[in-house]
């Protein structure tokens, strides 16, 4: 498991930190974004209404069934969150010399 926390659904299978690999954590994320400039209410109604769906009890249990935790967010956090992984793995391709075609 690449994640930094076993997976509810197979808690069985360790993390790659807790097998031996220190500080490697690695999992796949979504979220969603709007144009630059979409106006301030709008991104909070979409927020607010995203985060029903989060929050509803049948559709989490589904998807953590399939091992996809959700996560309610702010605009805020999700932006920082966002920025970070940037970071992150903007070194990774820098390092490798990846390139896009």
Same mark, same amino acid.
């Given at each position: 498991m @690449?994640? &930094?926390k076993r997976v509810a659904a197979i808690p069985e %299978? *360790? @993390?790659v930190d807790e097998s031996g690999v220190r500080d490697y954590a690695f999992s796949t994320?979504? +979220?969603l974004f709007a *144009?630059? +400039?979409t106006p301030q209410q709008v991104i909070s109604r979409l927020n607010d209404e995203t985060g029903k %769906?989060? &929050?509803d009890g049948e559709t989490r249990k589904k998807l953590a069934g399939q091992g996809l935790p959700m996560i309610k967010s702010s605009p805020e956090a999700f932006a920082s969150f966002f920025q970070c992984e940037m970071e992150r793995w903007g070194k990774v391709v820098k390092a490798a010399k990846i390139h896009a075609n």
């Amino acid at each position: 498991m @690449t994640s &930094e926390k076993r997976v509810a659904a197979i808690p069985e %299978i *360790p @993390t790659v930190d807790e097998s031996g690999v220190r500080d490697y954590a690695f999992s796949t994320w979504c +979220g969603l974004f709007a *144009p630059a +400039g979409t106006p301030q209410q709008v991104i909070s109604r979409l927020n607010d209404e995203t985060g029903k %769906i989060v &929050e509803d009890g049948e559709t989490r249990k589904k998807l953590a069934g399939q091992g996809l935790p959700m996560i309610k967010s702010s605009p805020e956090a999700f932006a920082s969150f966002f920025q970070c992984e940037m970071e992150r793995w903007g070194k990774v391709v820098k390092a490798a010399k990846i390139h896009a075609n």
